[in-house]
């Protein structure tokens, strides 16, 4: 492997409660009344089908003011409510070390990238490339944000390993001919692995000892 690329949500912070929460509160100022679970299957797959499809489950027709005024409330929690990962830095700056490429390449718009990495403690510099959401027309289970971020890092795709929570990310690293490690923070161990994760870990932190040679 010449290359890591790694999901955000889930894989370097724990922000999947910070945006339900803040889809809920955006959403209740349109009459809709969502709950936790109905977030769930959308994970992954980037704000606009995260929101919209819980607002089409509800009966109501996604308008991208939805997802602005979340954002607008994620960027006023963000900072008190995140989740940190203990060692992500350490594995970053690890794998580094070892001339592996690093990349995140995330679902969310960049303003939520953004958001997160300094919220958990995260130096953006860490990473040779970042790419968002708003890079690609097609999200996640497509593979186009991960060939995007393959293509930014000059590494062949079989060359590039994926680190993800989500069975729509796994889908779409298998998609770009990559491998994927999966991380049980928002799916079971079993449902990643049936996705066709190669191992799943607990933390992301415990992935260095895949890359030891």
Known sequence: MKAVIFDMDGVLVDSEPVITKAAILALREYGIHAKNEDFHPFTGMGEDRFIGGVAEKYGIDYQIEMKKRTYEIYVEI???EIGIYDGISELLISLR?????????????ELKVMA????AGIDRALFD????????????PSPDIFLLAAKKLQVEPEYC???EDALSGISAALAAGM???????????????????????????????????
């Open 78 to 80: 963000v900072n008190d």
């Open 97 to 109: 070390g070892k001339g592996i490429r690093t990349a995140v390449a995330s679902s969310a718009d």
């Open 116 to 119: 997160n990495l300094p919220a």
């Open 129 to 140: 490339i970042i790419c968002s959401g708003e890079d690609v027309i097609n999200k996640k």
């Open 161 to 163: 390993i994926v680190v």
């Open 179 to 213: 491998s994927c490690l999966a991380i049980s923070t928002s799916f079971s161990k079993e449902a990643l692995l049936n996705a066709g994760a190669k191992e799943v870990f607990a933390n992301t932190k415990d992935i260095l000892p895949f890359f030891k040679v």
